[in-house]
């Protein structure tokens, strides 16, 4: 059974600050690996994705993630927070040769304090 | 931002009443996914189509759950007989492809069964 684990149910930080939200999976083949963001009382969002090639992914709004297959992890950083990625982030896998359907993570709450 | 459009936004439901939700994807996008998100952050995979075949469901969706999507119609997904524990935050996603390409969500419907 493929699992994606967050480790961290809560992070706050202050504005201008960097962060790291934490994304492990279990399973050692190909997989897709992606972020997205829920705003409260919204729709997920989607933030990036990695499935090959360079391991540092870039995406919206100043995020990256990185891939580590000896890690099994896929954490996603941002160098300086704004009030507005207070968020719920989820990470989610898909593995191939699936219909695209994804597993997420129980989330971690972002709380950017200005 | 997405463009995956979801009515109601809103649904209250007696015990084994039926509760029918609806989505309307993206426009180009012929793959849609339905994902049941708890109180408590947790997503559960229901079903998933390709134009209006269905790719991949699970036992859930076989038994109390159905779900379409028709031709020049918006996509359902209707509980036959609804259970407390069906209350839930219900997403609709329409993606490019099924795998490998990111999901769109809509806002969600949020049941809740008296």
């Known amino acids: 059974t493929q699992t994606v684990s967050q480790s961290d149910a809560h992070v706050t930080v202050f504005e201008g600050d960097s962060v790291e939200l934490r994304c492990n999976y279990s399973y050692g083949g190909s997989i897709y690996l992606s972020w997205y963001i829920q705003h409260h009382g919204r729709g997920l969002q989607f933030l990036l994705k990695y499935y090959s090639g360079n391991p540092v992914v870039q995406g919206v709004n100043g995020f990256e993630a990185e891939f580590s297959k000896s890690d099994s992890s896929f954490h996603l950083r941002k160098a300086s927070v704004h009030w507005s990625d207070s968020a719920v982030y989820f990470c989610a896998a898909s593995r191939p040769p699936n219909t695209g359907k994804l597993t997420f993570g129980d989330g971690t709450v972002l709380t950017v304090k200005p | 931002n997405s463009k995956v459009i979801q009515t109601p936004r809103y649904l209250v439901k007696g015990q084994g009443q039926k509760a029918k939700m609806r989505c309307i994807p993206e426009k180009g996008h012929p793959v849609v996914f339905w994902y049941q998100q708890n109180k408590n952050n947790e997503f559960k995979f229901l079903i998933n189509f390709q134009n209006q075949e269905v790719l991949q469901q699970i036992d859930m969706t076989e038994k109390r759950f159905s779900a379409e999507c028709p031709s020049n119609s918006p996509c359902s997904l209707e509980i036959q007989s609804s259970e407390a524990g069906d209350s839930a935050l219900y997403l609709c996603?329409?993606?490019?492809?099924?795998?490998?390409?990111?999901?769109?969500f809509g806002p969600g419907t949020r049941l809740t069964v008296l």
């Open positions: 996603a329409s993606s490019l492809s099924g795998q490998g390409y990111e999901q769109y």
